[in-house]
């Protein structure tokens, strides 16, 4: 299959649960994309917040279908889906996008979790799902990097259980894994990229520092994979792969901008609130 990766690396992701990928778009393509994300005024007022317990809340923005815009020639580029499809080992389509909003000082953290805790209850028979995050700021400790446990993909799925508007994986679970596994923040410059394991358990630190951290996170699920019952996410849609040239011609493009549709998190996302409490 056509990508980036190595056969090496593909081994590499399914024993290790996640791959990170060094300037997978330009500093211009980057540039372009921070310049439509900062002036998008309906992804800012999309945004839902959600409090991370700690009184700093996680700002996102959510959208189902890639659309014709600079966004969707990210999500649809081929030299991100022809590499998760190398990852996954068959056609993927694409299963939401997200920007994730975590501003200077303020941003807040995101608790232990696997994204097939969520999408478990819109159902997905498997895990075949890969994420791709890609780095619109630089990514740090200071501000809240993505933290993963290295090789956690093989435990399976976890129970989740939704606290406060967050829902987090089983903490004795995850406090066991703590001691076996590695811990790996993966700090990136703008522009690189970690692909990921639907399974792989990951988190994210408040951001105390001040400068944004800003993330893109496109989400794939494969073909074969596609869900027995309907839910806010799509089922299986055919993903018209773009030429990665695609993202500088239409982010040069005012008139080629066009804007995606956003979900509504906060009325339409059953996948946290389908889960229980734990009390």
């Not at 869900?227 to 493009?253: A, M, Q």
Request: with cysteine; charged share 25%.
């Amino acid at each position: 299959m056509r990508g980036r990766f190595s056969p090496a690396e593909v081994v590499r992701y399914h024993d290790e649960g996640y791959l990170i990928c060094r300037g997978l778009f330009t500093g211009e393509e980057i540039s372009l994309l921070v310049e439509v994300a900062r002036n998008d005024h309906a992804l800012d007022q999309a945004a839902s917040a959600l409090d991370d317990g700690e009184g700093n809340a996680v700002r996102l923005s959510l959208w189902n279908h890639p659309g014709d815009g600079v966004y969707g020639m990210v999500a649809r580029s081929e030299r991100v889906v022809d590499s998760v499809e190398q990852l996954i080992g068959e056609e993927v389509y694409h299963y939401h996008s997200k920007m994730i909003l975590k501003d200077a000082r303020t941003g807040g953290a995101w608790a232990w979790h696997q994204d097939y805790g969520y999408w478990y209850q819109n159902g997905l028979l498997f895990p075949d799902l890969c994420s791709v995050m890609i780095a619109v700021d630089a990514a740090t400790k200071e501000n809240g990097c993505l933290q993963l446990l290295k090789g956690s993909h093989k435990m399976g799925r976890l129970n989740h259980i939704l606290s406060g508007e967050q829902a987090g994986a089983e903490r004795e679970r995850v406090g066991e894994a703590e001691k076996r596994l590695e811990l790996i923040h993966a700090e990136m410059e703008a522009g690189d990229a970690v692909f990921f394991h639907a399974n792989t358990l990951h988190c994210s630190g408040a951001n105390h520092s001040e400068n944004s951290r800003w993330a893109m996170i496109c989400c794939y699920n494969a073909a074969s994979n596609d869900p027995y019952k309907e839910s806010h996410h799509p089922g299986y849609t055919k993903l018209h792969k773009v030429g990665d040239s695609e993202l500088l011609r239409v982010g040069r493009s005012d008139q080629a901008r066009s804007a995606v549709e956003f979900a509504n998190i906060d009325a339409d996302d059953e996948s946290a609130r389908g889960l229980g409490t734990g009390e």
